[in-house]
């Protein structure tokens, strides 16, 4: 089993994880938040949410699709390197899933490398390829695209916290799904 990509094993005990960022290069663009959810047995055992202060500022565009205003990251925001560390010694060596878990790996192996931290690499599972394999005839394979279509209960998208639940229950549902045509 690939350490990068574990796409098909279901996990038991995982972590799920979500960023919210300025933009979509991470070269570029700013990590603003992280959130994670931890899973142990099929129940939320501890989450981690935790904004941080950029350098930059965030684009309209962006502040207006999550809600986040610069104020907000340098009032409540921490350094990255801090939020860093705590995020990775609240995830540990358990799997992560992820909802495009290319993007969310990309950014933090990029902040791990210029804050000389170890590079992110847990074993994943992306509900991204999960829901492609699994659920057709749908207009795209957004996070709001497949809670709406598979009547997952969410209040809002686009903030870090909330993204790992709805990812976390897409998860539980893309498994189900699995299961029943297996």
């Not at 300025?22 to 931890?38: F, N, Y």
Request: proline share 4%; charged share 25%; hydrophobic share 40%.
């Amino acid at each position: 089993m690939s350490k990068k990509n574990s796409s098909t094993h279901v996990w038991e005990d995982y972590v799920v994880i979500d960023l919210e960022t300025t933009g979509l290069s991470p070269q570029r663009d700013e990590v603003m938040e992280i959130g994670a959810v931890k899973v142990q047995k099929g129940k939320v055992e501890a989450t981690f949410q935790a904004l941080v202060k950029i350098n930059g500022k965030i684009p309209p565009s962006v502040s207006q699709l999550t809600g986040l205003t610069d104020e907000m990251l340098q009032t409540k925001g921490r350094l990255l390197q801090e939020v860093l560390t705590d995020f990775l010694s609240f995830v540990g060596e358990l799997p992560v899933v992820a909802h495009n878990g290319d993007f969310d790996y990309a950014f933090l192996r990029t902040a791990c490398a210029n804050h000389g931290l170890p590079l992110f690499s847990n074993r994943r599972t992306d509900t991204l390829t999960l829901a492609k394999r699994w659920i057709e005839q749908i207009p795209d394979y957004k996070l709001e695209t497949l809670v709406e279509h598979l009547s997952i209960p969410v209040n809002r998208l686009h903030r870090s916290l909330e993204d790992c639940f709805a990812t976390m229950q897409l998860y539980e549902k893309l498994n189900e799904i699995r299961q029943n045509r297996l």
